[in-house]
């Protein structure tokens, strides 16, 4: 076991270490809305971090499982590529900016733009998330336990959205979609690797039109 | 661009210790704001029958001393001066508008930063860490403070373009972000008759609150019609005689963290601000919502 | 027409914006296109420079050096870029322009000692083995970004925005996205790409202040990190870039190329080269960070005499993009029948967007590709490259220089009010700067 205090240790001296010699568990105590903690991990390693992280957590992230046990500051796990992140708390906004890959858990609720510009990421949220989530989300998952703010899925290309709760005003080219056995599957599979006990049964899957992929006068309103 | 915190005490035995929370919270914010630093603080509230200025010279040997002496005289009113680094806290039952032209007429290098019965407002140029440790902040006790750390963006570094504004009695506002009409709403505001010292876009915004509720609007009411009035980007947190307030705009892209425990109420840019207080452990921390309005204490 | 009935244009309605007006009528969407702004400009022809004389004396070509190497970002990197020259290639993306050109710009970077950039649509492997310096784009749609990518580029540039369309995402039009290209921006193939113009995952410059440190962080603080922005509010943005801890400012004035986006946003927003130049050096003297935090500018740089002005009034390097291209072939009379097939003629093609470029630089079909092998394109660049190097140096030994860094604003005298205005240069044959 790696022990980082952030009290008296830096960020620095964290990520470097994390970067030359990733082996087996970490543990980061005492980060105090400290930026940028574990960005840039390439292992597959154990990274746990008791308290509230500040911005960019896990920026990333590539194989390493990432557990923070308290509430992320704007952008966590942002462009991560593989490995997972799990936020015992809330997260603040651009949860999962262009991620590409690997799994995001948030416990508590994520505020606005969750899963912005995402790239193939699975991102599960237990709570709601904020307004504009999804926003040019072009590929990937985002399951929503709770409700949604407004403009789900704006100008979204082909990600997913499964949600329970409700739906504000949707946003531009987002319209619900059916259900399939598939996707049922697709998204209990979903459900259990991220641990949250939920009934897939009880969402509804959100995603793109289409209308907007190529230029139609008729659509010009949307933009 | 900057930093913006804010303290409100709902257990009052907490009073002494502003200044220290205070401090800490600002200096955490020195990366988003380099250049200059102000704090608002409410405290020692003034008789009725009397107002409080903060003045700021930059000559740091002004003779406040010799101003409040020919004050007395001139307005044939109490006068008592207390200086504080390049501020001088005046309280006096001269009446405002008398005090203002008097002041205006005679001390042209003397800037008001305030006026009102509670409100106190210190900004200079320099880090944080400078302002904090020049202004002694840890010694300042009082109910409720905000305080802005500055990376200049479109006007310029001085002391005059820093945060806190006010532009009303007890008001005041600090503002991360940038708002993208000031310009023309200043000069509208300025034909409604509000002044203003600078080209800064904040203080527009302070403005605009003063206007409306010189209207007859309540502080909600008036960050409500804000929301529809002011575009841009912007997280505010304001601060009046008894409470305090915080709005962010509908699109919420400057961040807010809130903290709420049994004894104080906290806001800042950033949750490290926050993390070091004294009971942050039992505080529910949030994000405020965009285009709402959160307010604490009458207003 | 006769003398008795002349024809008479109307300045208001000239030809060209009925023409608009009509298409718009009949398309009910905005005129996209590519290449830079079209309109005249006052730019670096308005400059001239002193050469030697009786007080001033001339360096001899060859034997008397008159050096060009550049170091970029020295302010925190551990790994500064070194350059032979001064001349950088700028930004475009795969995707805009096809593998070929890509690997062309990289061979010829590699040998002439200069580095590429990539562009909105991730790094190629192509590029990435033929250009020895490489600096990595970090854009608002992050398009193919990754970490593996961040730890083997030599630098990696942040765009906030770019000349030819300060405030506006980028744009590759479906006939331009290929399998290729729509795997590597994670898109559908055949749509038209919609981009985002803000950052997912900041905005302001107190929040790209804690961005710059994360990738600091990824790569452990060893390379130099840009910012690139287009010319608006220069003073305010180079002075915040410089707060938000860039280690080079890279600047491209209205002049600036693209492979596609609104001629609207071409035409009518941001400012001239000349101008933004002058404020960006300004503001750094401010700041006493000239020459510390490195200044790269783009946007309309043609020739070795264009370079050296712009290192006279307090670059540290250009950056060319269109220029590259047209070296590369861009609007060379050649192909006649495939530029009349979109409409234009050699010298008036501007039609990068519609991916048939007849020269095999801007697309992405592998016949057209075929016209320009990465070979052929990496000798002409180098040819074009090192002729501006000569006439940079040429100049430079004209004015006694040693190095071309040591170019001055007193070297420079202005032919036109507007320019002496801009740059702030004397009018020629005056002590007179408009404005002072």
Avoid at chain 2, 144 to 159: D, F, K, P, Q, W
Avoid at chain 3, 342 to 356: K, R
């Amino acid at each position: 076991m790696t022990e980082f205090d952030l009290a008296t240790d830096s960020v620095r001296a964290l990520n470097q270490s994390l970067h030359d010699s990733p082996q087996g568990h970490w543990r980061v105590s005492h980060p105090d809305g400290r930026h940028c903690i574990a960005a840039g991990v390439d292992a597959p390693v154990e990274i746990a971090i008791q308290g509230h992280v500040g911005y960019y957590c896990a920026g990333m992230n590539k194989q390493a499982d990432i557990m923070i046990n308290g509430s992320a500051g704007p952008g966590v796990a942002e462009n991560m590529m593989s490995g997972s992140v799990r936020v015992s708390g809330n997260v603040s906004h651009c949860a999962g900016a262009s991620s590409h890959g690997g799994l995001l858990v948030v416990e508590g609720d994520a505020s606005a733009r969750c899963a912005i510009s995402m790239k193939g990421a699975d991102i599960v949220v237990g709570g709601s998330v904020g307004h504009m989530s999804a926003f040019m989300a072009q590929t990937g998952r985002l399951v929503i336990c709770g409700d949604a703010g407004d403009y789900l899925g704006d100008s979204i290309y082909e990600a997913v959205i499964y949600i329970a709760g409700k739906v504000g005003e949707l946003g531009a080219d987002c319209i619900e979609k059916e259900m399939t056995p598939e996707h049922l599957k697709s998204l209990k599979d979903l459900l259990t690797a991220a641990g949250v006990a939920a009934d897939p049964g009880e969402f509804r899957r959100y995603g793109s039109a289409r209308r907007l992929y190529n230029f139609n006068i008729d659509h010009a309103s949307d933009y | 661009m900057c930093g913006i915190v804010g303290i409100y005490y709902k257990n009052k035995e907490l009073n002494t210790q502003l200044g220290t929370m205070l401090a800490s919270m600002l200096v955490q914010m020195s990366e988003r704001g380099p250049d200059s630093a102000g704090v608002a603080v409410y405290r020692n509230t003034v008789h009725p029958s009397k107002t409080k200025l903060t003045l700021h010279a930059a000559d740091p040997e002004y003779d406040w001393d010799g101003l409040g002496k020919l004050l007395a005289a001139s307005l044939a009113a109490d006068v008592e001066v207390k200086v504080r680094v390049s501020h001088a806290v005046v309280v006096t039952n001269a009446p405002l508008q008398e005090l203002r032209e008097w002041l205006g007429s005679n001390c042209p290098d003397v800037r008001v930063m305030s006026a009102g019965s509670t409100i106190e407002i210190y900004k200079e140029k320099g880090t944080p860490r400078e302002f904090v440790d020049r202004f002694h902040l840890q010694d300042i006790h009082g109910s409720h403070a905000l305080g802005h750390t500055r990376m200049a963006t479109e006007s310029a570094i001085t002391t005059q373009h820093s945060h806190p504004f006010s532009t009303g009695l007890d008001l005041c506002l600090v503002h991360n972000g940038s708002l993208s009409n000031h310009n023309r709403l200043r000069e509208q505001l300025q034909r409604e008759g509000i002044e203003f010292q600078t080209d800064n876009d904040s203080e527009v915004a302070a403005g605009y609150l003063m206007w409306q509720l010189h209207q007859g609007a309540s502080l909600k009411q008036a960050l409500g019609s804000a929301i529809n009035d002011l575009d841009g980007f912007y997280t505010f947190a304001v601060g009046t005689r008894n409470g305090f307030a915080v709005l962010r705009d509908p699109i919420a892209c400057k961040p807010a963290v809130m903290a709420e425990n049994d004894d104080w109420v906290a806001m800042a840019s950033e949750f490290r601000a926050i993390a070091q207080l004294p009971g942050v452990e039992q505080a529910t921390v949030w994000e405020p919502s965009p285009a709402t309005v959160y307010s604490w204490g009458s207003e | 027409m006769s003398e008795q009935n002349p024809l008479r244009p109307s300045a208001t309605f000239p030809l060209g914006v009925l023409a608009e007006i009509h298409r718009a009528a009949d398309q009910g969407m905005y005129e996209i296109r590519g290449f830079g702004t079209k309109r005249s400009l006052p730019n670096f022809d308005d400059l001239l420079f002193l050469g030697a004389s009786m007080s001033r004396y001339p360096l001899e070509g060859y034997r008397e050096k008159c050096a060009t190497d550049v170091t970029l970002g020295t302010r925190f990197a551990k790994k500064p870029i070194e350059l032979k020259i001064p001349i950088t290639i700028a930004g475009m993306s795969f995707g805009a322009l096809g593998a070929n050109a890509k690997e062309a710009l990289g061979l010829a970077a590699t040998q002439i000692g200069t580095s590429t950039t990539t562009g909105d649509g991730g790094m190629t492997n192509e590029e990435r083995e033929s250009s020895k310096t490489l600096v990595y784009q970090v854009l608002p749609s992050r398009y193919g970004l990754n970490p593996d990518d961040v730890r083997r580029a030599d630098a990696l540039e942040i765009v906030v925005g770019q000349g030819a369309k300060p405030g506006g995402g980028g744009m590759l039009l479906g006939q331009k996205i290929t399998e290729r290209v729509a795997q590597m921006r994670d898109l559908p193939e055949g749509i038209d790409q919609r981009s985002a113009c803000r950052h997912p995952d900041w905005t302001g410059p107190d929040d790209l202040e804690i961005k710059i440190q994360e990738l600091r962080e990824i790569t452990d603080w060893q390379i130099p990190i840009y910012i690139k922005i287009g010319a608006t509010r220069v003073g305010y943005d180079v002075a915040l870039s410089v707060k938000a801890g860039a280690d080079v400012i890279v600047l491209d004035g209205m002049q600036g190329g693209t492979a596609a986006t609104q001629d609207v946003f071409i035409e009518q927003v941001g400012i001239p080269t000349l101008p933004a130049l002058r404020m960006a050096v300004d503001a750094l003297k401010e700041l006493g960070m000239h020459r510390k935090v490195q200044l790269i500018v783009s946007g309309g740089i043609r020739t070795g005499s264009d370079i050296a002005k712009a290192l006279a009034m307090g670059a540290d390097a250009v950056s060319l993009g269109s220029a590259a291209m047209v070296a590369m072939g861009c609007n060379k009379p050649v192909y006649l029948e495939d530029y009349q097939k979109l409409g234009t003629e050699p010298g008036y093609c501007h039609h990068c967007h519609t991916g048939l470029c007849p020269v095999g630089i801007a697309t992405q079909d592998p016949d057209l590709e075929s016209r320009l092998s990465p070979e052929m394109g990496a000798r002409l660049l180098r040819n074009y490259l090192t002729t501006l190097t000569l006439e940079v140096q040429t100049l430079a030994r004209a004015c006694g220089k040693s190095h071309i860094l040591n170019l001055e604003p007193e070297d420079l005298v202005a032919l036109t009010i507007e320019a002496a205005a801009m740059a702030r240069i004397p009018l020629a044959g005056t002590n007179w700067i408009p404005g002072d």
